[in-house]
């Protein structure tokens, strides 16, 4: 019986955002995580030798129990059951192998064992599941293209393949039957392995050449290459090069060197140059950083704006979309950032000057880093800690100088910004009347309130401002289980609810009548 799955939620349960298991031969660490909740729900696996042979150590919410059981064994279970029964859209799924391992026969008999129990559990639902991001470590490619072929094509955006061991290659001919069955969109592919070589980069070629229309571009990352690969790669023709970090190399795939060609003649004939005197830096041509930027997230968005001025220039002209899933302020004696996007792991930025100088560079950043999202965020969260509140209490002027400038940069948008889940970990309403107003109404679906943490005494909240709000009205999830509500039930608008858990300090009986007839409350004193 799987454990993880039958000790989550109703809700983590059927409609989990996203799923990672990361597995080496000895352990597993599993996580689901919801774009409802700014926390995840994690467990881990240990492998332990137990009275009647192999044992597995499971741990979550902080809690040790022993199952009579080989440690993957339990995991495959959890997967097939997160999988099988999921019901709405997923943004990933991730099975990945951890580094270090023991001993590699053992992995690969678990990563056979993964990629089996993954196929059987999309094989056995009754519709295709929609994941945008699917990650899985694989012996062969065609295990991996047995369960992409599984799932529905039209809603798959990026599959990665990690490749764990050194000894593991692929070729052209391999990946060609991932793109196949690729309908209308075009798929992004993430390949994962231990060295980059000039042979790795001919079956790149290969496999560009031959899949250029379904595929949109092609990542390698590796932990070492040959020095000769750099040049190979500046001199190559079949694609263009979106970007070079250490130890990943992005091949953009779109159709775009005939376009670059007419742009150049164009500006040739204008500037009356020669072929041989004109230079021209691609990255400064709005036609060619726009598809460029179509790919990037908002760090590399920000590192290309930092090459030269020119450049920033053509960042800032063709406004490309950051792709940002979560946005995360923290308010405490140091102020911290983090940022999620859907194409890199989590920014962190840490403040640490004056508050009035952290005040001002966290607004400057946030309105440089959102300025030109145009997806719809999962969440903006934003908390305050006790040891600033106490300073914030006593100074109003401290208070605005914060929230006010966040403010302003959701008022100088050209649109409102768009965010599924709103969460402030505050009991003012003043600060929630600086932030709420100015999101898009039409998309904000979850509203969550919360006390700030660390402080003994009740705490209680006004809403007669923020119930006046559209984005209020327009809701559908409303969470304030740790403030006692002021505002008469009656008088909080709140039928337009579907799932409600908040505190209140008074229910009279007409309060009472009126959940009743309210279809969203399951209410208990």
Known sequence: MPFFYDHVNTLEKHHPSGIVFSFNDEETDGETWHWHYGDSTEYRCKYVEGSAGASTVVTLHGRECLVEDYFISVVCEDVEAFVRNQKKEMYYIKLEAWKPYRDQKVLETIINRM??????????????????????????????????????????????????????????????????????????????????????????????NCTSKQLNLIIIKYQYIDEECYKLIEEATFCKVDLILTGEIVFGVNDFRDQLQEITMRKRLKLKLSDNTISINIFEVPLIMRSIASHLGCPQIQSLRKVSRGIRQCVDYVEPDPHILSYYIWLGNSLRVRIDSMMNRPIWAHYKGSLEQDAVQIEKDFDLNTRHQKSCMDELYIEMFKGIWKLLEEDHWVRSMIFIRLKHALMSRTSPLKVRKLTLITHWQCLLMEILPYLDAEYLESISIQRIRGIDEECTIDLDEIIKTEQWVKAKELCMKTLTARTSIQDMNILNFETIDISMETMSPGDITYCRKASCFEWEF
Not at 125 to 151: D, F, G, H, M, W
Not at 160 to 170: C, G, H, M, N, R
Not at 172 to 201: C, N, Y
């Open 115 to 208: 990629c089996r129990c993954l196929e059987n559990s999309l094989q056995s639902r009754t519709e295709k599941l929609k994941v945008q991001n699917l990650s899985l470590p694989v012996l062969k490619i065609s295990q991996a293209i047995s369960a992409v072929n599984l799932l529905d094509r039209d809603f798959l955006s990026m599959v990665t393949v990690d490749l764990p061991f050194e000894d593991q290659v692929f070729t052209a001919e391999d990946l060609i039957p991932l793109m196949e069955r690729q309908g209308w969109r075009r798929l992004g592919l993430t390949i994962q392995l231990h060295k980059f070589s000039p042979q790795v980069l001919e079956e790149v070629r290969k496999f560009i």
